[in-house]
């Protein structure tokens, strides 16, 4: 999220696929991303989530500025035609969509606005305070499961009347969701059941947003619920052909009430568990010689 690299020498290191990446914002205050490895010998240059004026390899010391230029190595003025160009990092495509970050390994490919603009407009629309979310917390979790067999539950809430009963008293899935897609994106708005109910307190004065729940081709979920305004980013991560890392970000206006740390954790500890043991259980199931591909 950009409220992750804020100030000048913020970065953010990730991975896509097999791919190290950074995200920095330079001395300047540009967002940049690059390749995570130094030009040197390919040793990656960093780690986690930081503050650098200076980007330096920890294998041979060879430095970089913030905005990926070349800056410094030992030994390099005994070298003949020496090309600082070369030794730049090389750029990743990036791009602000609603407020959060996403790369893209084709420098070519079209814009994520343009390929998902109806779901920026619907996030816009269901949380009108979306440029003011911040993130409070991160909740991770591995998931004996492959990850589609995550994201198909995620996908339908056929299952949910009996086994998330809590979620049902929030929202009303009965007859009331309104589906809408672009392609690599669809989202769901479903209206709120009961102010009372087993998940989580609502205060009617204060519902800012209801539900929105969303889908970003091929493994993010966000999710808006209701009451004061809120997203969690759901991203559903493959470890291994049975194992998942299910990661939970969850964005607020600033340090969480009593009744959003409630939120919190209902989502984390019930409604996530909740689908754990589903998932876990259909990967078992699906070694069976009498299983091979069941409607709906």
Same mark, same amino acid.
């Given at each position: 999220?950009?409220?992750?690299?804020?100030?000048?020498? $913020?970065?953010?290191? &990730?991975?896509?696929?097999?791919?190290?990446?950074?995200?920095?914002?330079?001395?300047?205050g540009?967002?940049?991303?690059?390749?995570? %490895?130094?030009?040197?010998?390919g040793?990656?240059?960093?780690?986690?989530?930081?503050?650098?004026?200076?980007? %330096?390899?920890?294998? =041979?010391?060879?430095?970089? @500025?913030?905005?990926?230029?070349?800056?410094?190595?030992? &030994?390099?003025?005994?070298?003949? $035609?020496?090309?600082?160009?070369?030794?730049? /990092?090389?750029?990743?495509?990036l791009?602000? !969509? &609603?407020?959060? +970050?996403?790369?893209?390994?084709?420098?070519?490919?079209?814009?994520?606005?343009?390929?998902?603009?109806?779901?920026?407009? $619907?996030?816009? @629309?269901?949380?009108?305070?979306?440029?003011? /979310?911040?993130?409070?917390?991160?909740?991770?979790? @591995?998931?004996?499961?492959?990850?589609?067999? %995550?994201?198909?539950?995620? =996908? *339908?809430?056929?299952?949910?009347?009996?086994?998330?009963?809590?979620?049902?008293? /929030?929202?009303?899935?009965?007859?009331?969701?309104v589906?809408?897609?672009?392609?690599?994106?669809?989202?769901?708005?479903? *209206?709120?059941?009961?102010?009372?109910?087993?998940? !989580?307190? +609502?205060d @009617?004065?204060?519902?800012?947003?209801?539900?929105?729940?969303?889908?970003?081709w091929p493994?993010?979920?966000? /999710?808006?619920?209701?009451?004061?305004?809120?997203?969690?980013?759901?991203?559903?991560?493959?470890?291994?052909?049975?194992?998942?890392?299910?990661?939970? $970000?969850?964005? +607020?206006?600033?340090?969480?009430?009593?009744?959003?740390?409630?939120?919190?954790?209902?989502?984390?500890?019930?409604?996530?568990?909740?689908?754990?043991?589903?998932?876990?259980? %259909?990967?078992?199931?699906?070694?069976?010689?009498?299983?091979?591909?069941?409607?709906?």
């Amino acid at each position: 999220h950009i409220t992750d690299v804020a100030q000048p020498g $913020d970065y953010y290191a &990730g991975q896509v696929a097999d791919q190290g990446i950074f995200i920095i914002r330079d001395l300047g205050g540009e967002l940049h991303a690059f390749y995570n %490895v130094c030009s040197h010998r390919g040793h990656p240059l960093l780690e986690g989530q930081g503050n650098k004026r200076v980007i %330096v390899c920890p294998y =041979h010391q060879w430095c970089y @500025e913030t905005d990926g230029r070349f800056r410094s190595a030992r &030994g390099q003025h005994a070298l003949e $035609d020496w090309l600082f160009d070369n030794a730049n /990092l090389k750029p990743v495509r990036l791009e602000n !969509y &609603g407020g959060f +970050l996403f790369v893209n390994l084709d420098q070519n490919a079209r814009p994520l606005v343009e390929q998902a603009p109806q779901f920026l407009r $619907d996030m816009y @629309e269901c949380c009108p305070r979306l440029d003011d /979310l911040v993130r409070v917390r991160r909740f991770e979790r @591995e998931i004996s499961a492959n990850w589609k067999t %995550v994201i198909d539950n995620n =996908h *339908e809430c056929y299952h949910c009347k009996i086994n998330h009963k809590s979620l049902m008293e /929030l929202v009303d899935y009965d007859n009331k969701a309104v589906w809408t897609n672009d392609g690599i994106t669809f989202t769901h708005t479903v *209206e709120r059941n009961h102010i009372d109910n087993s998940a !989580y307190t +609502l205060d @009617e004065e204060n519902i800012e947003q209801d539900s929105l729940f969303g889908y970003v081709w091929p493994n993010l979920i966000p /999710l808006f619920y209701p009451g004061t305004p809120n997203l969690i980013m759901f991203q559903i991560l493959p470890l291994g052909p049975e194992r998942t890392r299910v990661r939970h $970000d969850f964005y +607020l206006l600033g340090k969480p009430s009593t009744e959003e740390e409630r939120f919190m954790d209902w989502f984390s500890h019930t409604l996530n568990v909740e689908d754990i043991d589903l998932c876990e259980n %259909v990967q078992k199931g699906l070694h069976s010689r009498g299983y091979h591909q069941g409607r709906f």
